[in-house]
């Protein structure tokens, strides 16, 4: 036995006896997770690459002018991942209760439902991209810098959409490795292309915008080839519930239950999403160095949460299978097991950010100045990523049974009664200034986790996954 492998059962026992999880279901959970967890960091270091190019290359106002251009790509983007959500719950409940057609027609409507949000959403960002940005920043060359890549990136959109119905179907029916070697062949061609296009060819944030709009595009290409039942190398990777223009091509009834499910999901994650624009507007006041500050420690929170990507999937997809099955004690079982494994996770690696807080400032700005404020940014993010991680593990349960409604509350609770506030706090007391958006950031995740949780204690949810189950759903 090889000395990975024998660390490993050590480390599985460890947990199992410290009453994490068993060792079982953590099998059963990393089997699904760590291609997640790979493929939310390779999706998430495209961004990061972004303004670390920007950054080191052109200067702060390239970073602030990624930060607003971004606020507008993550709302959009949210948005798809709100409809995702739906496809990976509907899903995995009929795929567990052996009704694969069913699952099918599922991935059918969830893609026309994507293509119907994202073209707009696509024309809307292309054209009218410099006064939606000048809507967050009055510096000029933030402004000019963050509307050349909202531009140049906004096509991207409409694959993005795609991507991500793809590989939450392929989630769906428990196959996360095939969605995690695409992705992140994607992102080493974004890093890639965006490195040749702003290094070799000078085309500065242009090229970053460029860079990742091609990328995403290749994924969808690749994507589709799996998704329409075909495998790749070696007889692997074909989707199990194939996208295809099989009669009825409307279902209004799963359409009627993606509706319900998605759209407190997409609500929430548009709540995520918008409320980046106010803290944008109030970072604004205190100048393109805080702007820049605060899109650094978001960025690495986003970093950071590549590991709820997945534990939340995990969570999605392990409860539902079980509740497909009639198995609420094992969903639920699940459900709290994956929530503790993320707890542990998230300490050791939110530690381990803390204490390189300076380095990591570094890799996106180089004056003394920057960095020492965007350090803090990185630290308050490596204490709110903890709660961030737990809440997406726990949401990621509670979608599972179709039990989207009070995820989408507490985000607003977090983002609107308590981070906005905070935010604004700083801006009329002068002893606060910055530090209320330091406090915002912790806030924006911690009240969505206080909520969620004992959401899922109440065990409410499993009442509510039965009325999507197969067996009752027809």
């Known amino acids: ?264 999901l997409i609500a929430r994650r548009a709540a995520q999403g918008l409320v980046v624009f106010p803290l944008l507007s109030i970072a604004a006041t205190f100048g393109p160095v805080a702007v820049a500050a605060v899109g650094v420690g978001r960025q690495v929170r986003a970093l950071l949460g590549s590991f709820s990507w997945g534990f939340s999937i995990a969570g999605s997809t392990l409860v539902g299978q079980e509740l497909g099955r009639g198995a609420e004690a094992e969903a639920e079982a699940y459900g709290e097991g994956i929530t503790r494994l993320s707890l542990v996770v998230y300490l050791a690696a939110g530690a381990v950010v803390f204490a390189f807080a300076d380095p990591v400032a570094g890799v996106f700005v180089d004056s003394a100045a920057d960095r020492t404020l965007s350090a803090d940014f990185v630290r308050v993010a490596a204490v709110s990523a903890v709660a961030l991680g737990v809440d997406g593990s726990v949401t990621g349960a509670l979608r599972g049974a179709g039990d989207t409604r009070v995820p989408f509350l507490s985000t607003l609770a977090g983002a609107y009664l308590a981070a906005l506030p905070l935010a604004w706090l700083g801006t009329v007391w002068p002893a606060l200034g910055v530090g209320g958006l330091l406090l915002a950031l912790v806030a924006e995740s911690v009240v969505p986790m206080a909520v969620n949780f004992r959401r899922f204690r109440s065990n409410r949810w499993k009442a509510i996954s039965r009325e999507y189950r197969p067996e009752t759903g027809d």
Do not use: C
């Not at 994490?20 to 690459?49: C, N, Q, Y």
């Not at 009929?94 to 293509?115: K, P």
């Not at 991209?129 to 000029?140: F, H, K, R, S, T």
């Open 1 to 264: 036995m090889s000395r990975l492998r024998r660390a490993g059962r050590s480390l599985a026992s460890a947990l199992a006896g410290a009453g994490v999880i068993d060792e079982r279901r953590l099998h059963a959970t990393v089997d699904l997770a760590w291609p997640r967890v790979v493929t939310g960091f390779a999706i998430m270091s495209k961004r990061t690459v972004d303004l670390a190019l920007v950054g080191l290359v052109v200067g702060p106002t390239a970073v602030a002018g990624l930060t607003l251009a971004n606020a507008f790509w993550m709302v959009a983007k949210f948005l798809a991942i709100g409809l995702a959500g739906g496809t990976v719950a509907l899903v995995s409940q009929n795929y567990g209760g052996g009704e694969v057609d069913r699952a099918a027609a599922v991935v059918r409507l969830s893609v026309a439902l994507a293509l119907a949000l994202a073209v707009p959403t696509v024309a809307l960002f292309a054209l009218a991209a410099e006064p939606l940005v000048a809507l967050l920043g009055d510096d000029p060359a933030s402004v000019g810098r963050g509307a050349t890549y909202l531009a140049v990136v906004a096509p991207g959109l409409l694959f993005e959409f795609l991507n991500l119905i793809a590989s939450r179907t392929y989630a769906g029916v428990s196959d996360t490795v095939t969605p995690m070697a695409i992705r992140a062949g994607g992102a080493v061609a974004n890093i890639g292309l965006s490195a040749t296009f702003v290094l070799g060819f000078d085309m500065g944030v242009a090229g970053a915008a460029l860079g990742t709009a091609l990328a995403t595009a290749l994924v969808t290409v690749v994507f589709a080839w799996g998704m329409t039942g075909r495998n790749y190398l070696r007889g692997r990777g074909a989707s199990p519930v194939p996208l295809t223009l099989e009669r009825p091509l409307l279902d209004v009834d799963l359409l009627r239950q993606i509706g319900e499910v998605s759209a407190p």
